[in-house]
């Protein structure tokens, strides 16, 4: 059985606090890093897991908006608050990134960066930043698991998509923080901190490409993937014998919601309540599968061709 919207709701909101509690430990556990050595690597770490946290909490919260029921004033559900957070979530992961970057080209310009480092301080930086590593890495590992089983029960959450994106990058940057700081600090190199810096800032810029990449996917109204598509109509086409075809589909997404639309053509002997019978149980089996989806189906007779605006991107499961 496939879980309900609030069901849903309640399952991405523990999976985004459970992380954001995380993080809160993980950016107090940074800035003792960026104290004891003065390194901007730990800095910009500390400032991302600041920003985790944030994010994790208020998506949390919003995500639940997002599944209330449409009204008068939002026809089309509430789905886009959760692509306004996505896409916040995106700009800020690009600004810090953008801000390391900048301030580390700037330690280099302004030959400061022998002087804020502290090289007593590095080697524990240096034990925290694979702490952190390791704790991102599973962080992304259990966002993955939770994000695979909310696809699989046809559910959806950008939240959830974008904070798992954002931790698959983390790992990597906090390992290639550790190892910069371990660099430096087996160097005395100190400008290598600023180099290393540089690339964390880099790969933050990165990992938020993705992230703004599907927020403005569905503010353009996107078709959703090719496989989803099929199985919609695969289970359409099971569903009642007398469907002949289905043409015209479209489908976009916002937020955790899905939008379907599609003729249906019946044998033109059938009554309009029949018709309209056999439409309310495609739909029906849909959302048995997809229980965050919106669905209009229009019934055409056999007698009328079919739409040659689109031609028919897919066909019946024999061809």
Not at 112 to 135: Q, R, Y
Not at 141 to 148: D, E, F, G
Not at 183 to 204: K, M, Q, Y
Not at 244 to 254: D, E, M, Q, T, Y
Request: hydrophobic share 50%; charged share 20%; glycine share 6%.
């Amino acid at each position: 059985m496939n879980p309900s919207n609030s069901d849903n709701q309640e399952f991405v909101e523990k999976s985004l606090i459970r992380v954001s509690v995380v993080s809160i430990g993980l950016f107090a556990i940074k800035i003792l890093a960026f104290v004891l050595s003065g390194s901007l690597v730990a800095l910009g770490s500390a400032l991302d897991s600041l920003s985790d946290a944030i994010l994790s909490f208020v998506n949390s919260r919003l995500h639940r908006i997002s599944l209330h029921e449409a009204d008068r004033e939002h026809p089309f559900g509430h789905g886009g608050v959760e692509v306004v957070a996505s896409l916040i979530q995106g700009i800020i992961i690009f600004a810090f990134g953008v801000t390391i970057v900048t301030e580390s080209i700037l330690r280099v310009y302004r030959g400061t960066h022998d002087t804020e480092i502290n090289s007593e301080g590095l080697f524990p930086a240096f034990i925290v930043m694979l702490i952190s590593a390791a704790c991102a890495y599973l962080l992304h590992l259990y966002l993955n698991s939770k994000r695979r089983k909310l696809e699989a029960a046809g559910g959806r959450s950008l939240v959830l998509v974008a904070d798992h994106a954002h931790y698959s990058g983390d790992a990597f940057a906090n390992f290639v923080s550790a190892a910069g700081i371990a660099l430096v600090w087996l160097s005395n190199i100190f400008i290598l901190d600023a180099l290393f810096g540089v690339l964390s800032g880099l790969v933050l810029c990165w990992v938020a490409f993705p992230v703004l990449k599907q927020s403005v996917s569905d503010i353009l109204h996107t078709e959703i993937a090719a496989d989803l598509q099929q199985k919609i109509v695969d289970i359409a086409y099971h569903a009642d014998k007398r469907i002949i075809s289905i043409h015209r589909l479209r489908s976009r997404a916002l937020g955790p919601m899905i939008f379907v639309d599609f003729h249906l053509k019946l044998p033109k002997g059938l009554t309009i309540e029949v018709g309209h019978d056999i439409g309310d149980l495609v739909a029906d089996k849909i959302k048995e599968s997809f229980p965050q989806v919106d669905i209009i189906i229009h019934i055409d007779p056999d007698s009328e061709p079919d739409d040659e605006l689109w031609e028919p991107s897919f066909r019946s499961p024999e061809g």
